[in-house]
């Protein structure tokens, strides 16, 4: 079984940086792709980012690429978002997934329980 606890959300001001981490119980930290999502209030979960069990492979929403870089720290047993140039839009609950091998590509195994970003303009 696999926790994650996501933290360093908070309040910023549009254009701002944040970042958050996911910190992950376990000793399959090594063996998990991770992802963040987020939430809008009224909208759907909405992908923002996955990366690889080795961390050498990233992959984001159109929307984010370019200002949000995903990274590992399979030492720590963190994973991280950096959010640069954040827009109003951005403001969402982000949540922490983690998918063990085997998962199917689009399911994720285990899942925080979000913290909030929010970006003011």
């Known amino acids: 079984q696999v926790q994650l606890v996501e933290s360093g959300g908070g309040l910023v001001q549009v254009g701002g940086s944040l970042s958050l981490s996911c910190a992950a119980s376990?000793?399959?930290?090594?063996?998990?792709?991770f992802g963040w999502f987020r939430r809008a209030p009224g909208k759907e979960r909405e992908f923002v980012g996955i990366?690889?069990?080795?961390?050498?492979?990233?992959a984001y929403a159109d929307s984010v690429k370019g200002r949000f870089t995903m990274s590992r720290d399979n030492a720590k047993n963190q994973v991280y978002l950096q959010m640069n140039s954040l827009k109003p839009e951005d403001t969402a609950v982000y949540y922490c997934?983690?998918?063990?091998?085997?998962?199917?590509?689009?399911?994720?195994?285990?899942w925080g329980q979000g913290t909030q970003v929010t970006v003011s303009s």
């Open positions: 990366i690889s069990r080795g961390g050498s492979s990233t």
């Open positions: 997934a983690a998918r063990q091998v085997g998962t199917r590509p689009n399911e994720f195994d285990y």
């Open positions: 376990g000793r399959m930290f090594s063996t998990l792709a």
